[in-house]
């Protein structure tokens, strides 16, 4: 009776599937709220799609839904999306020596899909997996995108078929953003600077009547940042000490997986095995010297 034969490709892009799960399910409660919040902020079915295709940025499109609810002009959105967009130039340099054998096309659509979550994941399996490919990481990369699209598309639907304040999507807006600001904060310099960062904001914006003050606020206290930390690490005998740098208290992880057991397994017997190569060391030594002290005898 003839063997079924396993199809190599299947398999692999159903574990590719498998490695990508966690972050399409993570996907759905947040584009459902994107697709709602682009809605309300006047977009429609349509542009919903090609807003989640082509920017395929959470952070981003929540921004142009905040930007068009309050009537901003299309150079603030511009400006606005563009600075916010630039930290993928340092997140494609650092996937950029797995994928640099690869045709100009694949390297052009692979940059195009690239996000947050998507380059998490990639450069975890990068690092981890001896076999993960680039084709493994593009193939994560479309999952990740037909997984916030579709939620996105969905969400549009929703705030269709109901109505929504835009005061509300004013105070959503505020609530992820102000949570985007605490889960990064991870030491007092960071605290200090998005301290000011909101102060300048309002300043700014008091003073242009438009988000072209947001934008100065926040390129003035990015560069603040900049010179003190620079700062820091130049003339500090030990930067990681000085208060700037330090961090701040967050509650200790408390979660185990699989992988930390693992870890923690494998530390175990190599301690237990040098361990026992050092009382065979010292075992023989005493031997050898009791020998000798039996031959001078």
Known sequence: MAKAQ??????????VLGVSMPLCLSYIPIGLACGILLHAAGL???????????????????????????NAPLGTIFISLFFLELRYALLGSSLSKYIKDKSAR????????????????????FATDKKWDPDDALLVEYY???????????????????????EVVDFALTALFLYMIVVQIQNHLTLVIGLLAAVLGVYFQALTKSTLGIIIATLIASFVGFLIENTV??????PNSNWFLTKM???KITKTTIEDKQVQQKEVKEVKKLET?????????????????????
């Open 249 to 251: 208290f967050r509650p």
């Open 144 to 166: 990740s995108l037909a997984a916030w699209s579709i939620s996105n598309m969905v969400g549009g639907l929703i705030g269709g078929a109901i109505s929504i304040d835009l």
């Open 233 to 238: 690490r130049r003339h500090s005998k030990h």
């Open 277 to 297: 190569k050092i009382e065979d060391v010292v075992e023989h030594h005493e031997e050898k010297h009791d020998d000798q002290h039996s031959d001078e005898g």
């Open 6 to 15: 396993i199809n190599p490709e299947r398999t692999r892009w159903l574990e």
């Open 44 to 70: 429609n079915f349509i542009m919903i799609l090609l807003v989640s295709l082509l920017v395929f940025s959470g952070g981003a499109q929540f921004i142009l839904a905040s930007l068009l609810a309050s």
């Open 106 to 125: 694949f390297i052009f659509i692979f940059s195009a899909s690239m996000n947050d979550e998507n380059y998490a994941v990639n450069y975890m399996k």
